[in-house]
């Protein structure tokens, strides 16, 4: 009997270690088609940190087709978006206060609605492919508008654009660009 729980015991590990092994390959794996990115925006003392992973389009349709319209997407690929800034921000009217958020976003065809969320840490889809996202902790929502261009953008990209005493925040993939402006003091 003694034998039997040591050699379950043993087994139970193995199984363990080989689950969460599998488990680093498979997002280290995935992570190789749409590698990490962290970003920053600092203007005198407002410091923006931005972490997503940043997919390639690879002869898809990006809007419509991978990312489906009027659904929510989780801004990216792998882990859900991270929005981190350490000064109150506005955009438009709202206020968005200092903190840490991930950021998730409905493309539709001819605006996006941006939604900033309190809860962060989370892979970005659940099991059933929609997004991991509670909306109950959502903490921000504009509608912006998505300008269609000529240029094709391979790999989703966001980046930040001082504009006068304000700034925008920029993302890219495929033919659309949204600008998402916001003001701080």
């Known amino acids: 009997m003694k034998k039997f729980l040591i050699f379950t015991g043993i087994a139970v590990v193995f199984i363990i270690l080989l689950g969460s092994v599998t488990l680093f390959f498979i997002r280290k794996q995935t992570k ?5 990115e962290n970003i920053s925006f600092r203007d005198n003392d407002l410091k923006i940190d931005v972490f997503y992973n940043r ?13 489906p319209f009027n659904k929510v997407w989780r ?14 921000l506005t955009f438009g009217t709202k206020i968005l206060k200092a903190g840490k958020y991930t950021l ?8 996006w609605t941006i939604l900033f969320n309190s ?5 970005g889809i659940d099991y059933n492919g929609e997004a991991n996202r509670n909306p ?13 261009q000529k240029k094709i953008f391979e790999q989703f990209t ?3 654009e001082k504009t006068g005493g304000d700034a925008e925040m920029i993302l890219l993939w495929d033919t659309a660009l949204v600008a998402v402006p916001f003001s701080f003091r």
């Not at 109950?136 to 269609?148: A, H, N």
């Open 32 to 36: 190789s088609f749409s590698p990490e």
């Open 55 to 67: 997919p390639f389009k690879k002869g898809r349709l990006i809007f419509g087709g991978l990312v």
């Open 75 to 88: 801004t990216g690929a792998n882990e859900a978006t991270t929005f981190e800034t350490n000064k109150d």
């Open 104 to 111: 998730w976003t409905i493309p539709h065809e001819d605006t």
């Open 119 to 123: 809860e962060y840490g989370q892979w």
């Open 136 to 148: 109950q902790r959502d903490v921000l929502s504009i509608d912006v508008q998505v300008v269609q």
């Open 158 to 160: 966001i980046f930040f």
